[in-house]
């Protein structure tokens, strides 16, 4: 019995969860401004360095898949600040990296133990009442989207005054900090499932065999977020070369206008009271398209840079926020899992778009980026315009999304 759902939270406590996923999920994307400082730092080529961003992403989607459904089996609190805790030290690991060799592993290891966002979503949509639940959800989800764009920012402006190693040591003192701040105020949380580990596991697969808008949302979310990761991996080579020639800052700048898109995203997402999720979702993924057209285009135009990326942004967060609408409200007792499944997926998207964006750049430069972010998304949009309208056990659950998220 879901008992502890029922109990209030108070505004004080979200908003520590919001900040907590906000830092936490920020530490998976402080390289990104700063990769040419990395390829200096550790004397690599530039070619090589470009590939971080896909380790990061195969650590982060390993760790989903591995430590997030322990969220349905162990106490949860503690699970979110065991893994605050081996992500602060990872950061330290790459902040004293010698060797390209040591700062890749470094980085791969961060996103393999840094999950404490994915563990901190599903425990405020178990902690919330029901009533309440798309206003909390909202907020902490709100804090994490914050974290990825504020996290480019923040990064470019301390790596191009401080260097991209005080960056680290930067964000594993904050790390540290939050995780002291949620174990004192975060409530326990007792675990809804009883399963040994591996059936635990094994229930993911059924979950993804009897749900078929889970199925979906794992393809339009992977999309969708390997476009967008193609031209994050790759933005600081472009800014920094001819016609640009900007360093880390301007790089890092990009992430305040990706801000726009998110605070679009949830006007937009009033649409949905209209709509049903599966059609926002459509919506985002066109926009998706559009934005990487306009990358295209005028890619050497700084005005259409961020343009597009405003629609890049708002289009990704309105695919996200949707599938995220539809999941929560398939199954209250698995939601990590329901979770772990989708995020899993999201990022598997991430290193195909990651590592698809390097080596296109390493071919033929901008144009190749711009051509990987119109392919990921148009293959989800053929599968969204021809799949089989949704079952009717997924449409009551869209609807029922709807009034859970609040979106």
């Not at 991996?233 to 900007?246: E, I, M, V």
Request: hydrophobic letters at 55%; a positive charge.
């Amino acid at each position: 019995m879901d008992t502890e759902a029922h109990q209030p939270l108070k505004p004080g406590i979200i908003f520590l969860m919001a900040l907590g996923c906000g830092v936490d999920v920020a530490d998976n994307y402080y390289h990104q401004p700063l990769l040419p400082q990395m390829a200096h730092g550790v004397h690599a080529p530039e070619e090589w360095v470009a590939y971080l961003p896909a380790l990061n992403q195969a650590g982060f989607a390993l760790g989903l898949l591995l430590f997030v459904p322990l969220g349905d089996l162990f106490e949860r609190r503690r699970l979110v600040v065991l893994s605050l805790g081996t992500a602060a030290i990872m950061l330290v690991m790459v902040a004293v990296a010698p060797t390209f060799s040591m700062l890749a592993a470094s980085i791969f290891t961060l996103g393999l133990l840094g999950v404490g966002v994915q563990l901190l979503i599903p425990f405020a949509a178990h902690l919330a009442p029901p009533a309440e639940r798309g206003r909390v959800v909202g907020t902490v989800m709100g804090g994490m989207l914050c974290g990825v764009l504020l996290s480019r920012t923040i990064s470019g402006i301390v790596g191009d005054s401080l260097g991209w190693r005080m960056m680290y040591w930067i964000a594993a003192i904050a790390t540290f900090g939050v995780l002291l701040v949620l174990w004192a105020v975060l409530p326990k949380s007792q675990p809804s499932a009883r399963l040994p580990y591996t059936a635990l596991l094994r229930s993911m697969v059924v979950l993804v065999r009897e749900e078929p808008a889970l199925r979906e949302s794992c393809l339009f979310g992977a999309a969708t977020f390997g476009a967008l990761s193609a031209f994050w991996a790759n933005l600081a080579f472009h800014l920094s070369g001819p016609p640009f020639n900007y360093g880390s800052v301007v790089a890092g700048l990009f992430g305040l206008i990706g801000v726009v898109g998110v605070v679009a995203a949830p006007l937009v997402g009033r649409a949905g009271d209209r709509l049903n999720a599966r059609r926002m979702i459509g919506v985002g993924i066109v926009i998706t398209i559009l934005s990487f057209m306009l990358f295209g285009l005028g890619g050497r135009q700084l005005w259409v840079l961020m343009g597009g990326l405003v629609l890049m942004d708002l289009g990704v967060q309105i695919v996200h926020v949707s599938n995220q609408t539809r999941n929560q409200a398939l199954r209250s007792d698995a939601r990590n899992r329901l979770n772990t499944v989708y995020m899993f997926s999201y990022f598997v998207g991430g290193v195909v778009g990651s590592s698809l964006g390097a080596a296109a750049w390493a071919a033929v430069g901008w144009a190749g980026v711009c051509v990987v972010g119109i392919i990921l998304p148009t293959l989800a949009l053929g599968v969204f315009v021809f799949n089989a309208p949704a079952r009717p056990k997924s449409d009551v659950t869209e609807t029922e999304g709807r009034a859970v998220t609040g979106t």
